[in-house]
């Protein structure tokens, strides 16, 4: 089992910068994929970009060009970059891992961290 804290959200005006950390209580080297997902009041949770072992990240296209997803093994710490803020960027951001057996999957949260970005 795996702890997941987030942090670095906060208040900005759009077109500004924030870099999510996303710290795990292990090493995060063994699992298979992270990743940050979102949710704004009203809507379902979303991936925003994930990161699978081995293999190159993906984004949610609303966010590819200005959001860059990396992991620091030594440190335990997934990071999510946001440049370009909009304001449709506002929602609460969960740090996930996941992971994966041969016919289904297991996955663990972080509590979120808020992300409200001001026209």
């Known amino acids: 089992q795996v702890q997941l804290v987030e942090s670095g959200g906060g208040l900005v005006q759009a077109g500004g910068s924030l870099r999510l950390s996303c710290a795990a209580s292990?090493?995060?080297?063994?699992?298979?994929?992270m990743g940050w997902y979102r949710q704004a009041p009203g809507k379902q949770r979303e991936l925003v970009a994930s990161i699978i072992k081995d293999d190159s990240p993906v984004y949610v296209d609303s966010v590819k060009g200005r959001f860059t997803i990396s992991r620091d093994i030594a440190k335990s710490t997934v990071y999510l970059q946001m440049n370009s803020l909009k304001p449709e960027d506002t929602a609460v951001y969960y740090c996930?891992?996941?992971?994966?057996?041969?016919?289904?999957?297991?996955?663990?949260w972080g509590r979120g961290t808020q992300v409200t970005v001001s026209s």
């Open positions: 292990g090493s995060i080297g063994s699992i298979p994929v």
């Open positions: 996930n891992a996941r992971y994966l057996s041969s016919s289904s999957y297991q996955d663990y």
